[in-house]
């Protein structure tokens, strides 16, 4: 079966500072994608990052950066120098078989980003 | 890019009615569609696979003679919860895969569900 866990319910910091949201995935796949995506209050999902899982390589976005480790089985996400903007849900999500696209998401980690 | 509406964003209805969602996407095609449900402040669930010209999958625990699901065109999926009660109240979220590109999803902007 195909899990994401992300243990942080919420997280609140301080703007400026940087904040690491993790999740830890379960799956018995050799092939699959990992996402992560940010809801605003508004509702709507935006797409942050796919990622699959052949390709470690550590990615680097603006303020954003995604640690992925397959030994760990974890996809983190890092934002630096957060911004009150930055305040939402993140869900990280697993899509289990290429084509498929059904995607399984984690609990989300609402963060607050305070002035 | 690619852009999947949702029609209606909100809508409250009387227990027992039915309500119908529309999924669509604007400037592609997609042979696949996906219906999730969120519940306050929790994830969202996948409810079933809308494929078009074939019935719907749903995933366990979710009634198909509830939620009806119909995919009749490459740009249209509709779900329509039948007999609705207050525990139906939910944010329903639809995506659509870009044909020939499977790996892109695109996400609707959700329908708000209350059940009165």
């Known amino acids: 079966a195909q899990k994401v866990t992300q243990a942080q319910t919420e997280i609140s910091v301080v703007e400026k500072e940087d904040v690491t949201l993790d999740c830890v995935y379960e799956t018995r796949d050799t092939t699959y994608y990992l996402f992560w995506y940010k809801q605003p209050p508004s509702g709507e999902l935006v797409f942050l990052i796919r990622?699959?899982?052949?390709?470690?390589q550590n990615e680097i976005s603006g303020r954003y950066s995604w640690n992925f480790q397959k030994s760990t089985s974890s996809f983190n996400f890092t934002i630096t120098a957060s911004q009150v903007v930055d305040s939402a849900v993140y869900f990280c999500?697993?899509?289990?078989?290429?084509?498929?696209?059904?995607?399984?998401f984690g609990q989300g980690t609402r963060l607050t980003i305070n002035p | 890019g690619a852009v999947v509406s949702q029609h209606p964003s909100r809508v409250i209805c009387k227990s027992g009615t039915s309500v119908k969602i529309e999924c669509r996407s604007l400037?592609?095609?997609?042979?696949?569609m996906f219906w999730y449900r969120q519940f306050p402040k929790q994830s969202l669930m996948l409810m079933a696979t809308?494929?078009?010209?074939?019935?719907?999958?749903?995933e366990q625990g979710v009634e198909k003679d509830k939620f009806l699901i119909n995919h009749a065109s490459l740009t249209l999926s509709t779900l329509t919860v039948t007999s609705a009660h207050p525990e139906d109240s939910s944010f329903y979220i639809c995506?659509?895969?870009?044909?020939?590109?499977?790996?892109?999803?695109?996400f609707g902007p959700g329908t708000r569900l209350t059940v009165t």
């Open positions: 995506s659509a895969v870009k044909q020939g590109a499977s790996y892109e999803q695109y």
């Open positions: 400037d592609f095609q997609a042979t696949t």
């Open positions: 990622r699959n899982s052949f390709d470690e």
């Open positions: 809308s494929n078009e010209g074939s019935k719907a999958t749903y």
């Open positions: 999500a697993l899509s289990h078989r290429q084509g498929a696209q059904k995607l399984v």
